[in-house]
């Protein structure tokens, strides 16, 4: 005779207490996600805030968390007093070419620094890191003279030059060249007949594509709210965003609501990039997650 097997009734309990502790679980983890994404779109909400309403609501005791209707007005006094929509335009032209150049740069350096094999590779990569632990600050006395020297102080030029290409975006491009692109898909291309360039062109870009898009919203946003070179090399009649807005606060008295409607201006711009690039960087972060 068979023996009869005799259900366990415990399994039930034990799988409905699992379930409960992974519910548990995943509260916390939602409720700590919601709290860091509240605490950090808070800064963009309040300035939104100030900039909706006139200075004086930052010396109330409870000062209000709903909007005002004086945004507009304030951003029309933004774009009177300072030379607004021509410093837009002018962070709009150097953050796009210095993004593009950077990433076309980049992925090319990364590429053969990660792929291909050449005399003094590794010495030149390690001298590429190298200048990493070089203060940018003790550049800047030298770059100002080469770009009085080229004439090109007082223009575009002289900001866009010196970071057509970062050492940061050549590191990063290569080690993520190295891991994603296998060596058997490259000599598969040069069986078929394609060179070098054509490589580049077909089958690294498409690879390192999330990486690079990663690299794009990085230059952009950091070439963007860059402040310390623009404000140097640059004049008061054609400045970036970053310097127009200190010019918004340069007098005795400081209206908040003024300098926080150009700030919620200047960063609508940066939304937007994030916005476009955002299913790009998602994108690499699940393939390095799978991959792993």
């Known amino acids: ?30 409720g700590l996600l919601i709290a860091f994404l509240l605490g950090s779109a808070f800064p963009i909400y309040w300035s939104f805030l100030v900039a909706s309403r006139d200075s004086g609501m930052l010396t109330e005791q409870i000062p209000p968390l709903l909007p005002g209707g004086n945004f507009f007005a304030n951003a029309s006094r933004v774009f009177d007093t300072v030379p607004f929509w021509k410093a837009l335009g002018n962070s709009v032209i150097v953050g796009g070419v210095v993004t593009l150049t950077t990433v076309f740069f980049s992925t090319l350096a990364g590429f053969a620094f990660a792929k291909l094999r050449f005399r003094g590779r590794n010495g030149l990569f390690l001298f590429v890191v190298a200048t990493l632990a070089v203060p940018t600050q003790l550049g800047i006395i030298p770059l100002y003279i080469a770009m009085s020297d080229f004439g090109w102080t007082g223009t575009l030029w002289a900001v866009m030059v010196p970071n057509l290409v970062t050492a940061v975006g050549v590191f990063w491009m290569r080690q993520y060249t190295a ?40 230059v952009f946003m950091t070439s963007w709210n860059d402040f310390m070179w623009p404000l140097i090399v640059l ?18 008295y400081v209206d908040y609501s003024l300098v926080l409607a150009g700030t919620t201006l200047a960063t609508i ?24």
């Not at 965003?241 to 340069?250: D, G, H, P, T």
């Not at 990039?273 to 792993?292: C, D, E, N, P, T």
């Open 269 to 292: 711009p940066i939304l937007i990039i994030l916005i476009l690039l955002g299913r790009q960087i998602v994108a690499g972060i699940m393939h390095g997650a799978v991959k792993g």
């Open 1 to 30: 005779m068979t023996a009869l097997t005799v259900p366990d009734r415990r399994a039930p309990v034990r799988r409905g207490r699992r379930g409960f502790g992974d519910q548990r679980a995943r509260f916390w983890v939602y």
């Open 179 to 218: 891991q994603v692109l296998p060596y058997e898909l490259i000599e598969a291309a040069r069986v078929d007949g394609c060179s070098m360039i054509r490589v580049y062109w077909h089958v690294c870009l498409p690879a390192v594509r999330p990486a690079a898009a990663f690299l794009a919203m990085f």
């Open 235 to 252: 004049n008061a009649e054609n400045p970036t965003v970053q310097v127009a807005l200190e010019k918004l606060q340069s007098g005795y």
